[in-house]
């Protein structure tokens, strides 16, 4: 096992299939092999089947699209523009937040999660190791060059919104209607414009049929999680329930996350979850918080097992600010979750060269290893006095 394993596992995602894009055959290739490979670990294993649609960028797109409309309205009705406009502020927010309403609506594909179970005598929590299996598609969105940029531009388009849901009521009193130059419509067109802009920019995603082979996202991820089934089974953690759990259409917009939160009702107050994404090349990083908007921090405990572990391996706390991960949907829900990720290396966001022989398998077993350890400082001694889970 070990670094060898490790880079078996790589080879094999990101090697012999070309990709493992969301709802592909590709991707149930990958499920399948990774269901065999935790086989050999636990008899309780499963492929959870469920549906989802295919990318969210369109979906985005028409929300963003949707300033036009309530701009048309408030020429008309500005109170209806700003009723309107309210209802699909919030669904957007909703959406945004890893909810599916209007997604619900779109074109479902057949997806899988892998789940498997490695169960304590005395379980007093739940800690559960995750990470995406599939594979992106190659778009700007993912570029370094853009993605230190995408909170504030997020961020413009957020407050574009609210702006022009104001200029809707400033219609409405009429409190620049005498004016020879109105700056309530000068500011509702230019919201408009970034609003646009915005709909374009998401919606060029969908341009984008090449998929990336993934070996650092999230190929190492998996291999990951794979030799810590191993490590936790032949020494086991003797007061935790440990699951692994490799996701399926993270890449459309966290649906495997999302699908696994909504079938299984966890104890939020003993579960505990640990993402990990992206470990290909350069130093190891553990999430203090999380968000493109809202902040979401990382559950006091989980930080401090992980800089009990850090002491050692010398990783570092950061703020992720790009693309949702899946321990972002943990946060909205209420989970103590953390996200351990690498970079700085030279494949760090680089989707053309993601290959496994750009991987840096040091790296990845370093990664393995700051896992292993914080997991076992979350665990800790057993606690006698305890009945277990319940």
């Known amino acids: 096992m070990g670094k060898a394993e490790m880079r078996r596992d790589i080879e094999y995602l990101a090697g012999n299939l070309t990709h493992r894009g969301a709802s592909t055959k590709s991707e149930r290739s ?66 945004f937040s890893g909810y599916r309403i209007l997604g ?77 130059i109105r700056p309530d419509l000068i500011v509702q067109w230019s919201c408009l414009g970034v609003l646009i802009g915005a709909a374009f920019a998401v919606g060029s995603c969908e341009l984008s049929n090449d998929y990336v082979r993934g070996a650092s996202d999230n190929a190492s991820g998996v291999a990951v999680m794979l030799e810590l089934a191993d490590r936790i089974q032949r020494a086991p953690v003797e007061n935790s329930d440990i699951w692994f759990l490799a996701t399926g259409s993270k890449e459309t917009w966290l649906s495997g996350m999302r699908h696994f939160l909504r079938v299984h009702r966890l104890d939020k107050s003993n579960t505990y979850f640990i993402n990990v994404d992206d470990v290909g090349q350069g130093d190891v990083f553990y999430t203090r918080a999380e968000g493109l908007l809202h902040t979401f921090k990382s559950d006091p405990e989980l930080i401090k097992a992980a800089q009990a572990a850090s002491r050692e391996s010398t990783a570092s706390p950061i703020v992720h600010r790009g693309l949702p991960t899946d321990a972002y949907l943990a946060y909205t829900r209420g989970y103590k979750a953390i996200g351990i990720t690498a970079r700085g290396g030279r494949t760090d966001f680089d989707v053309e060269g993601d290959r496994p022989g750009e991987i840096d398998y040091t790296t990845v077993e370093h990664t393995a290893d700051f896992v292993e350890a914080v997991v076992r400082n979350l665990a800790g001694p057993p606690d006698t006095k305890t009945g277990g889970l319940q």
């Open 104 to 180: 619900n609506l779109l074109p479902q594909y057949e997806t899988q999660n892998v789940v498997a179970r490695l169960h304590a005598l005395r379980p007093e929590r739940l800690i559960v190791i995750t990470a995406h299996y599939d594979s992106p598609r190659d778009h700007f969105l993912r570029r370094p060059e853009v993605e230190r940029w995408l909170r504030p531009a997020h961020i413009l388009v957020v407050v574009s919104m609210v702006i022009l849901l104001v200029c809707c009521v400033l219609r409405d009193v009429a409190l620049f209607e005498d004016w020879s």
């Open 30 to 95: 990958a499920a399948e092999y990774i269901r065999d490979r935790l086989t050999l670990v636990t008899p309780d294993v499963e492929i959870d089947d469920f549906f989802a649609i295919e990318s969210p960028w369109l979906l985005f797109a028409s929300y963003y699209g949707e300033a036009v409309v309530v701009a048309l309205l408030a020429s008309w009705e500005p109170w209806l523009a700003f009723t309107y406009g309210c209802i699909v502020f919030l669904l957007y927010l909703a959406e």
